[in-house]
């Protein structure tokens, strides 16, 4: 069965200063994989995503995410953090099956202070 | 853009009180999800439904239940509400293969007195 692991539950950054976030994968097949971000109160909104081709995938708000097959991790950068990035960024994997299969398994999240 | 709205931001119910939250979105989506969020916990899936009636349980169904009697609209009901379910209740939508992610509502903060 798939699954996702966020090993960092929270991170604290300074403001300007370059994130990634880890996030790795279980799956026995070319998984599809996403990035959401969290902000406080609100609902979960699409960061990019990952299906197939340019393992580097650019995504909304500057960020990046770099598929690595050998490694099962699928990481979400930022050269430049800002204020407004504090949030919490969920990773979540799917097979791409359809009826009772398509559904997405999501990581624990991961929240990202940021220290002016 | 797809659109996933949940009919209440803030909800305060009584403890043994029959309590419905309402998802509607307006894609033709044949998924339908509703988590609840709890802090620590991430997110846990209660019940989904990919086809009009149908819906499958998911990791904490227990105490609830759900309705998908048109495509755009999942309801999830709470037969008697209690304490233990105040939390924050995600409403997501997506395709029938998910390759395009969910799209999630805005949420609702249901709190049991």
């Known amino acids: 069965a798939q699954s996702v692991t966020q090993p960092d539950i929270h991170i604290t950054v300074s403001e300007g200063a370059s994130l990634e976030l880890r996030c790795n994968y279980s799956?026995?097949?070319?998984?599809?994989l996403f990035w959401y971000v969290q902000s406080p109160g609100q609902g979960l909104q699409l960061l990019l995503k990952?299906?197939?081709?340019?393992?580097l995938v650019q995504g909304i708000k500057g960020f990046e995410a770099e598929f690595k097959r050998s490694q099962s991790s699928f990481n979400l950068r930022k050269p430049s953090v800002h204020w407004s990035d504090a949030a919490e960024y969920f990773c979540?994997?799917?097979?791409?099956?359809?009826?009772?299969?398509?559904?997405?398994?999501f990581g624990q999240g991961t929240t990202l202070q940021v220290k002016p | 853009d797809v659109k996933v709205t949940q009919s209440s931001r803030y909800l305060v119910k009584r403890t043994g009180e029959k309590v419905f939250l309402e998802c509607v979105q307006d894609?033709?989506?044949?998924?339908m999800f509703w988590y609840r969020q709890d802090p620590g916990l991430g997110l846990r899936l209660i019940y989904f439904?990919?086809?009009?009636?149908?819906?499958e349980k998911g990791d904490i169904p227990e105490g609830y239940s759900v309705s998908r009697e048109k495509k755009e609209r999942f309801s999830l009901i709470l037969e008697s509400a209690s304490t233990n379910q105040t939390s924050m209740y995600l409403c997501?939508?997506?395709?029938?293969?998910?390759?395009?992610?969910?799209?999630f509502g805005s949420g609702t903060r249901l709190t049991v007195v």
């Open positions: 997501a939508s997506s395709s029938g293969t998910a390759l395009g992610g969910y799209t």
């Open positions: 799956y026995g097949a070319t998984p599809y």
């Open positions: 990952y299906f197939s081709g340019d393992t």
């Open positions: 979540a994997v799917g097979t791409g099956g359809s009826g009772n299969t398509g559904k997405l398994i």
């Open positions: 894609m033709d989506h044949e998924n």
């Open positions: 439904s990919y086809d009009v009636k149908m819906k």
